[in-house]
């Protein structure tokens, strides 16, 4: 909990109460190149505060990053991008397939699509397909810029 406030990362516990695992979101710059090599299963040795005898107790955890970034992260102009707006198919009933606003998305600098029909309105499904786009813009630029 010190490591991370010292790099000038903002730490917010975002974990499940009834859940036995915990979750951390991190804010901030340069997250992702430092913390990578981190992910994975670790050994975790400790001693239990209610343990009289002091035996170390030996279990795992795992360790996952899931960037997020965000439309205007990658630089996404909206002129670049083509969106069609058509009917949801699958379950939802009649609401679902009567109205258009399944947000179907081309970005047409890398050919991209992605179809989206989360949300209730267009303008959210509009909003998740550039969150989808962005994560693929960045996930495809990092990639490139490491050498494994």
């Known amino acids: 909990k010190k490591y991370l406030p010292e790099r000038g990362w903002k730490v917010e516990d975002v974990s499940d109460p009834e859940s036995h695992g915990g979750k951390l979101r991190l804010e901030g710059e340069g997250i992702y190149p430092v913390l990578k090599h981190e992910m994975g299963t670790h050994r975790v040795q400790r001693v239990p505060v209610t343990d009289q005898a002091g035996k170390m107790q ?4 795992s360790v996952m990053l899931m960037p997020q970034p965000s439309a205007t992260s990658v630089d996404i102009k909206e ?3 083509k969106f069609d707006f058509v009917r ?4 939802g009933g009649q609401g679902m397939q009567s109205s258009s606003n399944c947000c179907v998305m ?5 050919g991209f699509t ?3 029909h989360q949300a209730r309105s267009a303008a959210a499904n509009k909003e998740l397909a550039l969150e989808m786009l962005a ?3 960045w996930r495809e630029k990092n990639v490139e810029n490491e050498a494994y």
């Open 58 to 61: 030996t279990s795992t955890c």
């Open 114 to 116: 992605c179809k989206v």
């Open 88 to 91: 949801g198919s699958g379950p």
């Open 79 to 81: 002129s670049d991008c």
């Open 135 to 137: 994560q693929k813009l």
């Open 106 to 110: 081309t970005h047409i600098p890398s």
